[in-house]
């Protein structure tokens, strides 16, 4: 199985800061990482995948790098609404893991 | 507007079984394979189980294969996930998500359904 490492699991930032998460496969993934975003009362959220595929309505200031098996999500620019706990997953293979989460939360 | 709502949650017993069901609108279920997602409290995330569009291919990790089954009715546009021999750390909110048509990204995902296995 790949195993998902997620970093930091708690950040706290401002709004118009910028953030970087970190997930880490262990083993190569090529470029198939998703993102998602959690948030309380709201359904869990694709924001990113292949890497670097917005889903759409995700807004330009997500964005991923990375291949193989270190990934980064960066916010540019928070936004009030970007507050929550953040989840890597690699769509490599079977069976589908995640990473442990990220959460966000203003400073 | 896609949408994925799971019933059936609940508190069990040790050892018991209950099955979950997940009532889909808003696309045309057929098209894509659909999975079960949990999350114990507290904790990440974990996937449980995947069906393909007919549902002649099944697939689980190795926490919950023999013990938990995934199916589906696409005349009623409706996922289910059988839990038998139910174990305490089997407690967790289940969630029903879509895959991407047969990939392995999961674009759409419901509230969730609170299973607790508790004597």
């Known amino acids: 199985d790949v195993q998902m490492t997620q970093s930091p699991s708690y950040l706290a930032a401002s709004p118009g800061e910028s953030v970087s998460i970190s997930c880490k496969a262990s083993?190569?993934?090529?470029?198939?990482l998703a993102w998602y975003q959690e948030k309380p009362g709201k359904t869990n959220k694709l924001l990113i995948y292949?890497?670097?595929t917005l889903q759409s309505g995700t807004p330009s200031r997500f964005s991923d790098s990375g291949s193989g098996t270190d990934f980064t999500l960066t916010i540019r620019s928070l936004e009030p609404e970007d507050f929550a706990v953040y989840y890597c997953q690699q769509h490599n293979e079977y069976p589908l893991t995640f990473g442990s989460g990220t959460k966000l939360e203003i400073k | 507007e896609v949408q994925l709502v799971e019933s059936g949650g609940g508190l069990v017993q040790p050892g018991r079984s209950l099955k979950l069901s997940c009532a889909a609108s808003?696309?045309?279920?057929?098209?894509?394979?659909m999975a079960w997602v949990r999350q114990a409290p507290k904790k990440g995330l974990e996937w449980v189980a995947t069906i393909s569009t007919s549902g002649s291919r099944t697939y689980y990790p190795d926490s919950v294969k023999g013990r938990f089954t995934i199916s589906r009715d696409n005349a009623k546009s409706s996922l289910y996930l059988q839990m038998n021999s139910l174990k305490s750390e089997d407690t967790a909110t289940y969630y029903c998500a879509r895959h991407y048509y047969s990939s392995y990204i999961l674009d759409y995902w419901g509230q969730g359904v609170m299973v607790t296995v508790s004597s």
């Open positions: 083993k190569s993934i090529n470029t198939y």
């Open positions: 292949s890497g670097s």
């Open positions: 808003g696309f045309t279920f057929s098209n894509y394979y």
